[in-house]
């Protein structure tokens, strides 16, 4: 295998985005976290915009527009910190939204991150145990509610694939899915928008136009029965599931020669 896995999800994750749209990510906190719910989204988005979406916009803790991350020398520590301010780009809001508002359609998608996702697409980055009284109280929802509520589609970013992490329920909803399928986020006054893809580093699950979940792809080196055994709901019948498809020589270079030319992303 020459690629990394923050490779194969960066170009399988390129796949998905349509030229014209504008994608939001912000800057994740801990190392697992940053790799999976910032590192991999501007990858994918910064490959997208070198091969067939050249009109994507790129809103990088949602004030950077189309950042030039070849010219990045170190990851910013905070949404504000020199090397993001310093950052050339096309243009830099003094407030968010600014142009872009909360209200539904001006986002295309985003990318979220937590400790449990369920089958509905909820996912939990707010505690572990009762929220009346938590075992572990987490980092908290920040801005997810905005993002399952009213943004295009979500990508749920999970760096880790176990039982743990992917549950029957989850403990707290932080950012809403599909309860009851889209029927359901309907009567929550959600008509549009939730999570659209789960990618991990055992997987990619996709939600169908009911809003149900099902295995995308498996990774090469995955076997379904591992997927089984490191997910703690039913995946259903595994038989037919590709595998993700691999990047290709070309995605390969742009990705470490024009995205990342330093480094910093692919760590």
Avoid at 28 to 53: D, Q, S
Avoid at 121 to 126: F, I, K, Q, S, V
Wanted: proline share 7%; net charge negative; aromatic share 8%.
């Amino acid at each position: 295998m020459n690629y990394t896995m923050e490779e194969l999800l960066a170009a399988a994750l390129a796949h998905t985005i349509a030229d014209g749209e504008v994608g939001f990510t912000g800057l994740a906190t801990g190392k697992a976290a940053a790799a999976y719910n910032t590192n991999i989204p501007l990858l994918g988005m910064g490959l997208a915009k070198r091969t067939h979406a050249p009109n994507l916009t790129v809103l990088l803790c949602g004030w950077s527009h189309n950042p030039d991350l070849s010219q990045l020398k170190a990851m910013p520590e905070c949404e504000f910190a020199n090397e993001l301010l310093n950052l050339p780009c096309e243009a830099q809001m003094q407030d968010y939204p600014g142009t872009w508002a909360y209200k539904a359609g001006d986002i295309d998608f985003a990318f979220g991150t937590g400790v449990q996702v369920d089958r509905e697409g909820n996912l939990n980055c707010t505690c572990i145990g009762d929220p009346a009284h938590p075992k572990v109280q987490l980092v908290g929802p920040i801005f997810l509610p905005e993002h399952f509520a009213v943004f295009g589609r979500e990508y749920i970013m999970m760096p880790h694939h176990e039982r743990r992490n992917f549950v029957g329920r989850v403990d707290h909803i932080s950012g809403v899915g599909y309860p009851g399928g889209t029927e359901g986020r309907r009567r929550l006054g959600l008509p549009g928008g939730g999570p659209k893809y789960i990618f991990t580093p055992r997987c990619i699950f996709a939600f169908d136009g009911a809003g149900s979940l099902y295995v995308k792809s498996i990774h090469p080196g995955v076997t379904p029965q591992e997927l089984e055994e490191n997910t703690g709901f039913d995946l259903g019948d595994l038989s037919g599931v590709p595998a993700t498809a691999e990047p290709t020589a070309e995605e390969l270079r742009i990705l470490r020669e024009e995205v990342d030319p330093n480094g910093i992303l692919r760590l």
